[in-house]
T-cell receptor, first 117, second 109 residues
């Protein structure tokens, strides 16, 4: 099956620093990738849709200047949490679907646990 | 967008028991997936099932698209089945998967 790799799996950083999270589709191409945030014991909340070669589409209430998304190739999207603060601590998950398939099954990365001190 | 409602929110079973998890949708879906989130947070694809019935080992799923619900059956449950089960759907021209709140399954030995 399709594999989505997400790195790092865990990051601890100081308040005010920026953190970059990578999401790669390993064995397929993805024109669209998605970034989610999950709070403890809660469901996944879509933050933004990452489009290869164009600007990301952000959900209402998500600060685009805080969460920078870049989708430079068909296999890589990055999420940068800029000037991170403790309230940004969360579990971030990316997903991708194989381009060109009618089914558009979404496959998920293993997630990144961000802790901002 | 569509609303997704899952039930029950919590379920505790003894090893070997069977269970049924339910997912209701507020509108028609053309993409429906079931996931298992393990204790480390990884979402594992269980089924892509916008309609019909599928089986994979001890798990099976049925979606009745006309009635806007899907069921996930777990038979002979094992402790490794513990975790959160999510269903997620996408409807119409909407490109976004909407998740339910999940069912937390605990299987005791």
């Amino acid at each position: 099956g399709a594999v989505v790799s997400q790195h790092p799996s865990r990051v601890i950083c100081k308040s005010g620093t920026s953190v970059k999270i990578e999401c790669r589709s390993l064995d397929f191409q993805a024109t669209t990738m998605f970034w989610y945030r999950q709070f403890p014991k809660k469901s996944l909340m879509l933050m933004a849709t990452s489009n290869e070669g164009s600007k990301a589409t952000y959900e209402q209430g998500v600060e685009k200047d805080k969460f920078l998304i870049n989708h430079a190739s068909l296999t890589l999207s990055t999420l940068t949490v800029t000037s991170a603060h403790p309230e940004d601590s969360s579990f971030y998950i990316c997903s991708a679907g194989e381009a060109g398939l009618a089914k558009n099954i979404q496959y998920f990365g293993a997630g990144t646990r961000l802790s901002v001190l | 967008g569509i609303q997704v409602e899952q039930s029950p929110p919590d379920l505790i079973l003894q090893e070997g028991a069977n269970s049924t998890l339910r997912c209701n949708f507020s509108d028609s879906v053309n993409n429906l997936q079931w996931f298992h989130q393990n204790p480390w947070g990884q979402l594992i694809n269980l089924f892509y099932i916008p309609s019909g019935t599928k089986q994979n080992g001890r798990l099976s799923a049925t979606t009745v698209a006309t009635e806007r619900y899907s069921l996930l059956y777990i038979s002979s449950s094992q402790t490794t089945d513990s975790g959160v089960y999510f269903c997620a759907g996408k409807g119409g021209s909407n490109y976004k998967l909407t998740f339910g709140k999940g069912t937390l399954l605990t299987v005791n030995p």
